[in-house]
């Protein structure tokens, strides 16, 4: 992490980990590869460049000893918090020098430092601009049909036009789902967000919106507000973790990316 000087701003990242998660439960110290998902999400968002502090906002007194341990800052929020980007709101309201807020999501145990900088860097160089998050192409008509996955459509200026759990665009001459592929570009929604400051706390501040509500995907309420979005394309993928299911294909994940990285070191040495 960089150290800022006074003509920076200053850039805190917050990771949000709920213990009573719906779908499941202790979803923050899942095991995955010998470490608790948090940490995984922790140690990656680490790598970052840009940002100056991390912080872990838990609801739980387990997911804070346990973040403790492996040497993570911890705020404690309360459990009836509606939404991760709330719960990010009362961390930022803690730290008044920061400038640019990072919401990097708990589940998110593969993002890469880089993915935080991609999005952080918009807000660097642009200061019309107020909020940022990444999309990346998809490629497999799993992820295409997948509700799980949200999908972005975005302007010529890379600005949200809408996010949707559907398949958007709806590609009209396409026979199935392998010709979508092949005819248009769709791009998946990464949930991991920039904001300053004053953009966080305005939409914090709003209610809930008829689109999000149908849809589930609180950046809607952004844009029926009239935020204005960038988004950032990246040729990085990382993986949510929101089911059993998921854990699952997480901790195959590791395994295969473990013993990648093993073969790697060992063919360096020979």
Wanted: proline share 4%; charged share 30%; hydrophobic share 40%.
């Amino acid at each position: 992490m960089i150290v800022s000087d006074k003509k920076s701003p200053y850039i805190l990242g917050v990771i949000p980990a709920r213990f009573a998660s719906t779908r499941l439960m202790g979803k923050p110290l899942a095991n995955i590869g010998g470490k608790p998902m948090i940490q995984h999400t922790y140690e990656n968002a680490s790598k970052s460049k840009l940002l100056n502090k991390i912080i872990i906002a838990v609801d739980d007194d387990k997911v804070a000893d346990v973040c403790k341990s492996f040497g993570a800052a911890v705020m404690m929020t309360p459990r009836d918090v509606k939404t991760g980007s709330d719960r990010i709101a009362i961390v930022a309201k803690e730290f008044p020098r920061a400038d640019i807020i990072v919401n990097i999501q708990g589940d998110e145990p593969f993002i890469k430092g880089i993915m935080i900088d991609q999005a952080i860097e918009p807000l660097l160089f642009d200061e019309s601009i107020n909020v940022s998050t990444l999309a990346k192409k998809i490629l497999t008509v799993d992820e295409l049909n997948s509700p799980s996955i949200p999908k972005v459509v975005f302007d010529y200026e890379n600005f949200a036009l809408y996010f949707s759990r559907s398949t958007i665009p709806y590609v009209r001459d396409a026979k199935d789902e392998s010709e979508i592929l092949e005819m248009a570009d769709i791009y998946k929604h990464i949930g991991l967000y920039a904001f300053r400051k004053e953009s966080l706390f305005r939409f914090t501040s709003l209610e809930q919106t008829d689109l999000e509500r149908w849809e589930k995907l609180e950046q809607l309420r952004m844009l029926e507000h009239g935020f204005k979005i960038k988004v950032v394309v990246t040729e990085f993928d990382t993986f949510s973790v929101d089911t059993p299911d998921d854990l699952k294909i997480a901790r195959r994940l590791y395994s295969k990316l473990k013993k990648k990285k093993l073969k790697n070191e060992n063919t360096k040495k020979s």
